[in-house]
């Protein structure tokens, strides 16, 4: 009986299994067919047909598809599918379906159902403001034609969320509805956003619990887009946070928690965890704010639970697989003692990458080891120490094979290869490579954001191709100034091509707009206030003269005018007037000693002073020539990493100006000689020294040291110092505006040349700190605000001269910086001592007030 029943109840299963594994397919409208899933039969395709609402090429669907007439398939079968998952893939079906139009003999025929999905007409946006549905149109980067899919809903759909989050709207509500386009043209629909911003969202207040070691001010400075209402009360200006708002944005708080984890680790804990962090929203009822901001903001609480754990400390470091460097070097340049708080980030920069170019990777990859590796293992722990073994494998030194530059569109190969560092054969090295990155931002022909040196290495030849990737910038400049001054406007106009190409002056091919790539530097300028005065000058700079080694030669001629007008009588005894005409030649090399960061430069200089009734220099030389012929020599040192924003590196330079000693060499005695006399031929000597430091201090906060001294001198006391080329100090110092030959030192919060006496002063010096914070950094453009602290002063001979003996002053600026302008900015300084001092802006278009 039990068999019975056994054989019936499996019978009774094969029978359901046998209906549920057959199905009817549909073909055409009259005729079913079955088709038995458990056993296919094979067919050849004798026909296909494409029944499809969109213009497309049968042939092109049947390629797609993978499908053609003569082809032997099984029914059903894995062709059938896989052809219509080929034209889902495609993107552009709403729906796909494979039909049997008939069976014959042993042929098959099919249709291929095909309906498009719709496509975009246009786009609207409501609830939203027209500038947000603008930036939005554009972040979405759809066209009209785009086809509609469930993806580019979502994706444009998050891209509006993410857009109002960062802006604080954490609970924004976006929806999105297709109507149909009735202007006619087919399958096309209209999409709609409606978007539901809601109330910004802000922080309340932001609470820690759990940090018994670390204080919360602590923590909250390394917050960097994540505070609460009263963050301003808690941090000081010059870390990032204080900038900004106390917006609620998930993203950046989940940033910021990891950055506290980090911070953690740096001081040794390394168990350091967030246990949780919580957010609620605050009922209005017991916000103690007006009904105004009620209305347009909601407020939430922050609660982060930390565990801190104990500290750890270094113990035993010990080195395995070096043979190159002995164990004592690498722990010199390691600098972590035995006892020093655990900071796994100090351990891995001081391995790995230091910006000072001393960890233990840069000294082999210096040396050519370019396969090197370091791998630091931690191999006890007990109790709160910690021992750690680094494993090293130093592989062989790589040479380097081919250098390759891409990119130069308008720079010349030549221009670029004789800047690098790195030549084919050499032994590879990380410092050449950077030193090469830095000399190219360095010429100001290409975007510093974009300059990326690529190593391609060859493991088993030993060799690598380095392959420099550049993109040109703007190098010419339309230099525009203005300011005013003594009670006047000023203004210059003039063109700096900082890329030019003299060789192709009589090619019009080159001219595209200009003749460009030789690195050549050409300056034509005019300056003028439009009554009292003019200036106007050319100067022409060849970089590399006979283009082997690295020694500019540079030319100018100037001339300069100042009286009291063009409209007075030139013959009367009420008009006055200075005349200046010169001509300068200089030869600057960089040298390889003591490094090769260091210039030699050499000039020599010629000017003629004609003065008529002119009593603004001196009051004992108004009339007469004057003739200034000088020999220059200076010596210069620049590591700045960067020309626009630097934040490391120093800028240092001694400048000594010589004139012969004619009054000595004729042997003349001018005691009781006319002015004319003893200043036919200028006489002096002069040094100028000024130092730049960077130092970043956190983040991108640079700090920025500066000094500038100057001592000008004479041969005999007879004929005294010269009326010419005394220093002026006070004010913007924009020296483009000074046409008499004086050399004028900057100095905010105090007016024009107020602080030297009406003469000009022999000697001075000035002291600058400023805190710089960049605002924006990019190819076009780069924003700093700053601000700082300036003393100095100057003396009419070195007998008076007290060096801290100074007038100080404190200020505020901003700079902007843009290729084709150059540095704008405008600063104001507050001068602490003397009448001369108070309130006062400081304006400057196309030069640094330095």
Known sequence: MKNILRFVLFVMLATMSSLTLRAQVVVGRETDYDVDYLTPKTYEIGGITVDSDERLDQRMILLVAGLQVGDVIKVPGDKISTAIDNLWAQGIFGDVKILLSRIQDDKVFLKIFLRGRPKLAAVHFDGISGSDAEKLGKDFDIHVGDVITENLLKTTTNKAKSYYAEKGFTNVEVTTKLTADTSGKGNYVLLNYDIKKGKRVKIDSLIFVGNDQVKTNKLLQKMKGTHDVHYAKKLFFWTKGFWSRSKYREFELNDDLTKIIDYYNELGYRDARIVSDTVWNVDPADLNISAKKKKRQDRVKVKVALYEG???????????????????????????????????????????????????????????????????????????????EIRIVEGKQARIRNVVVEGNTITNDKIIYRELHTKPGDLFSRDAVLRSRRELVTLGYFKEESLIPEPHPDPKNGTVDIVYKVEENQTSQLQLQGGYGSGMVIGQIGIQLNNFSARNIFNKKAWHPLPAGDGQKLNLNAVTNGTYYYAVSAGFTEPWLGGKRPQSLGISVSHNLISNGYWADKGSDNYYSLRITGANISLTRRLKWPDDYFIMSQSLSYKHYFLNHYTSLTSYFTDGHSNDLAYSIGFSRNSLDSPIYPRSGSEISIQGFATPPFSLISGKDFSSAEASDKYRWLEYYKVNVRGSWMLNLIGDVVLNARFRFGYMGYYNNAIGPSPFGRYY??????????????????????????????????????????????????????????????????????????????????????????????????????????????SQFHFCIGQSID
Request: no cysteine; hydrophobic share 35%.
């Open 729 to 838: 100090v006070g004010g913007s110092g924009l020296s483009s505006w000074v046409l008499d030959g004086r050399e004028v030192i900057p100095l905010r919060g105090y007016g024009d040349y107020k602080l030297s006496p009406d003469d000009g002063a022999s000697i001075f010096d000035r002291y600058t700190l400023e805190l710089r914070q960049p605002i924006v950094e990019s190819a076009s453009m780069t924003v700093f605000v700053l601000g700082f602290l300036e003393g100095g002063n100057s003396w009419s001979s070195i007998k008076q001269f007290q060096p801290f003996k100074l007038y100080n002053s404190a200020g505020v600026g901003v700079r902007l910086y843009m290729p084709m302008f150059g540095l704008i900015g405008i600063d104001w300084g507050y001068g602490f001592d003397g009448v001369n001092g108070g």
């Open 310 to 388: 104990r500290p750890y400390y270094f113990r035993n470091i010990t080195f395995s697989g070096n043979t190159v460097y002995s164990s004592e070097t690498l722990a010199q340049h390691l600098r972590i003692n035995k006892g020093d708080p655990y900071n796994r980030t100090t351990l891995e920069t001081n391995l790995t990458y230091n910006p000072s170019g001393t960890d233990i990777t840069s000294m082999y990859m210096d040396n050519g080891y370019l396969f090197f590796s370091v791998t630091p293992v931690e191999v006890a722990v007990e109790n709160d120490s910690i021992d750690i």
